[in-house]
């Protein structure tokens, strides 16, 4: 999953949010030097992504485009989810996006000393261009894919990809709609799971 996603299925504690935010780019045990709370966003956020990975439906939209994209199709997936996901927001909270997204916005800037170097480089673009809010338009998903091309020096063709969510729009829909329900009930145990091996090691 992508960044909104992440954000999302964090549930309402700040620093679990933060945690998973910017676990990509905390490798192996390196979550152990965080807080403890940033420690459970950074296991909640593998344990998305391994559960994510595995999963049939996913696999079945990765299928759709792996002859174009290779092994780049799980990443472009993951984009075009938390497009739907942003679409139809409504469904997944009662508050506004833009105001939750406003929200985490300010949170980042309230913790910024406990965020990483690459992560405390990335928020000025992020927060000047509104990513997170920009993914419930097709357009921003092909600004998105466009950009990730370029750090692929083009070799990915992601750019393209806009055009395969358009011409299989409803697949992809209803294909996260399915997985996403399954993700939220995964992912309210797994939080329950990391409560309690954090409150037993107190």
């Not at 011409?167 to 329950?192: A, I, S």
Request: proline fraction near 2%; charge should be negative; include cysteine.
């Amino acid at each position: 999953m992508n960044y909104l996603a992440h954000i999302y299925l964090s549930g309402d504690d700040t620093l679990v949010t933060l945690g998973n935010f910017m676990a990509d780019g905390i490798k192996g045990k390196q979550y152990k030097e965080f807080l403890p709370q940033l420690q459970k966003g950074i296991l909640l956020h593998r344990g998305i992504d391994t559960f994510t990975d595995s999963h049939p439906i996913v696999k079945q939209s990765t299928k759709r485009l792996h002859s174009k994209y290779s092994h780049y199709s799980g990443v472009i997936v993951d984009i075009l989810y938390d497009h739907f996901l942003a679409k139809n927001w409504r469904i997944y909270s009662d508050e506004p996006l833009a105001a939750y997204i406003e929200e985490f916005y300010d949170s980042l800037d309230e913790n910024y000393e406990l965020l990483t170097p690459g992560i405390q480089r990335m928020i000025p673009h992020m927060i000047a261009d509104n990513w997170l809010l920009s993914y419930s338009e097709i357009s921003g998903i092909g600004t998105v894919l466009y950009n990730m091309n370029r750090r692929t020096r083009n070799i990915s063709g992601m750019d393209r990809a806009v055009e395969d969510l358009q011409l299989h729009y409803h697949d992809f829909e209803n294909e996260f709609t399915r997985f996403f329900e399954e993700l939220r009930h995964f992912c309210q145990l797994k939080r329950e799971e990391l409560d309690l091996k954090f409150s037993i090691k107190k």
